[in-house]
């Protein structure tokens, strides 16, 4: 069942794949706006965080059946 938390959760995994993949595009140009280190930090968080949130917002689901 879908519960305010569990779309809070989607919502926030979904913010930091579209996140992940702006960065990876950034790199991909060869010359990010923000330059290689903090561009590489962007991935590295977020990359993770959409597997956290999505992990959290199916745990969540399936809790409130």
């Known amino acids: 069942?879908?519960?305010?938390?569990s779309g809070l959760l989607l919502l926030c995994s979904s913010l930091a794949a579209i996140s992940a993949v702006a960065a990876i595009?950034?790199?991909?140009?060869g010359n990010p706006d923000w330059?290689?280190?903090?561009?590489?930090t962007l991935?590295?968080?977020?990359v993770p965080l959409v597997g956290l949130f999505f992990y959290?917002?199916?745990k969540d689901a399936r809790a409130n059946m």
């Open 56 to 58: 959290a917002a199916v």
């Open 43 to 46: 991935v590295g968080v977020t």
């Open 35 to 40: 330059g290689f280190g903090p561009t590489y």
């Open 25 to 29: 595009f950034e790199l991909s140009t």
């Open 1 to 5: 069942m879908w519960t305010p938390k």
